[in-house]
């Protein structure tokens, strides 16, 4: 997934988008570990995707708290 689909989702979506990255990792582990995982590179994939969208909410929230004490 792109950065920039990443940043055209809302707050909302990205939550979702989160914790549906982390249920597919979770499983990809799973199946990693019982030998029924075929592309073991979908394991990075996820976490640097996971990583994507918590940045990108780090960032929106973290603008967020500075318009906030700004004005």
């Given at each position: 997934m792109k950065t920039s689909e990443i940043r055209e989702l809302n707050d909302e979506e990205l939550k979702n988008l989160e914790t549906d990255l982390a249920r597919k990792?979770?499983?990809a582990r799973f199946d990693n570990?019982?030998?029924q995982l075929d592309d073991t590179a979908s394991i990075v994939q996820i976490r640097r995707d996971?990583?994507?969208?918590k940045t990108i909410r780090t960032e929106r929230s973290s603008a967020a708290?500075?318009?906030?004490t700004d004005g």
């Open positions: 990792l979770w499983k570990h019982t030998n996971i990583a994507r969208v708290s500075s318009e906030a």
